[in-house]
Structure formats: C-alpha cells, structure tokens
C-alpha cells in the first residue's frame, strides 16, 4: 500500500487519465478526490473505486475553468479526509484541429483558463495543506509542450507553460519539501485523443499512425501514467523536482 491514508485530489478524474490515476492511486489504499464537471460519470466512478478499495474515492462537481470553483473543491477535499498529500492537476481540453488563422483570442484565452490557470490555480489552493504534509504537486502537461503539433498552437502553448510552472515552483517551493514535477504523455488511449481524431478526415487511420509512432507499436494507457504520478507522490522519487517526465513510449526517437 504505498500511498495508504494519504490524500490526493485529481482534477479531471472522471475518465482518461484522470481516471486511470483515481484508480491507481484508490488501489495503493489512498483516499482520492475525484474533480470534474460530468456529475454522473464522476459519482459512478467514485462508487467503483471505493468498492473495490482498498482505498476510497469521493466525487466532487467542480469547473476547473472557475478558479473559485477549484479553491471551494478543496477546502472540501480536507474538510472530508483531514489532509492532503497531493495534488495532480490533470484536467485540460484539446480544441479540434484548427489552425492560427482560425483561432480567436477568444479561444485561446478560454483553453488557458481550462488548461492552464487551473494548474496555477490548483497548485495555489493545495499550498497551504501541502505544506503541512510536505506533499507533491504533479502537473499532467504534454508532449507537445516541446515537440509542437500541426494546428495545435494554442494547445502547445497552454502544455509548454504547465512545464514553465512546474520548474519555477520547484524552485520556490523546495525549501517547504514540496517536490512539484510534471508528466509529459505522447499518445495515450482516451477519450480525448478519441475525441481528436473524429475531427480528422479519417479518424481510424489517425489512431493507427498514433499507435505506430511508439517503439511498441501501441498507445499508452492511462493507468501507466498513473502509475508515473504515484511514483511521483511516493518517497520512490524523494530526490526528483522540477522534471518533466516524458512518458512517450520512444515516440520522439530515431529522429
């Protein structure tokens, strides 16, 4: 059990990789804070892993977008267990292909707040309790963030400032034993690469060349990046901060 009575929130934690982080860290007897705006998908998920223990998860309606929304979320998170040990700010969204030209500033500003300000955010109102445990503060960025992606500019931009978060707060937050690092995935298996790939012209062969850039000649899954952010929770990595961990599956290699 090497995360047992501590206490993580995971933001966007009703599917995808949020889920698969609820659910390894539910496993490793943690109590779990799930956050997301889809009530029913969120509850049922929190009933499931709470069943299956050993840990218990609990769901709490929250817009990641409105700050206020996510301080409220927990201050309920620790009125609920009495702690909290961490925080993995991993709700985001990914905009349909869309190129410059065709992304308004309006766009772009709604991503940061979703994207972007809830990590800021998310770090800022976890602080407080943080300190008091010496927790862990994981931002769930992206590949992107240093590779780039054709007509994803504004998504690239919100991942690349998730990294520059990470590594200044590290810094800053060092002295209080607070360890913040980030998760970089390339191609994982959820309903968001799924969503992206249906604005596609050919949503199928997209996942099939998605699938064949990692040197396993598959996507990764989101309970292995779970089981990255528990290693990032756990003492595992008691000497790692401010690292961008590029969970890619060798994606980027051969070059």
Known sequence: MRFQDRVVIVTGGSKGIGAGCARVFCQEGGLVAILARGTEEGESLAQQLSDDGPGRA??????????????????????????L????????????????DDTSV??????????????????????????KTKGTIINMSSMTAI???????????TKG????????????????????????PSNIDTPLMRDWAATLDDPESALARVSAM??????????????????????????????????????????
């Open 58 to 83: 609990i769901f709490i309606q929250c817009d990641v977008s409105q700050h206020k929304q996510l301080g409220q979320a927990v201050e309920r998170t620790v009125a609920e267990f009495g702690r």
């Open 161 to 184: 400032a998730q990294v520059s978060l990470t590594k200044a707060l590290a810094i800053e937050l060092g002295p209080d034993g607070i360890r913040v690092n980030a998760i970089l």
């Open 147 to 157: 590779l780039g992606q054709d007509r994803s500019s504004a998504y690239c931009a």
């Open 214 to 255: 990692q040197v396993f000649g598959r996507m990764g899954t989101s309970e292995e990046m779970g089981r990255i952010a528990l290693f990032l929770a756990t003492e595992d990595s008691s000497f790692l901060t401010g690292q961008a961990i590029e969970a890619e599956g060798g994606a980027s290699l051969d070059y």
């Open 106 to 131: 309006e766009m772009m500003e709604e991503l940061m707040r979703t994207n972007y300000i809830s990590t800021f955010a998310g770090a800022k109102y976890a602080l407080p309790h943080l300190r």
């Open 85 to 100: 040990d961490c925080i993995i700010n991993n709700a985001g969204a990914h905009p349909p292909a869309t190129s410059l």
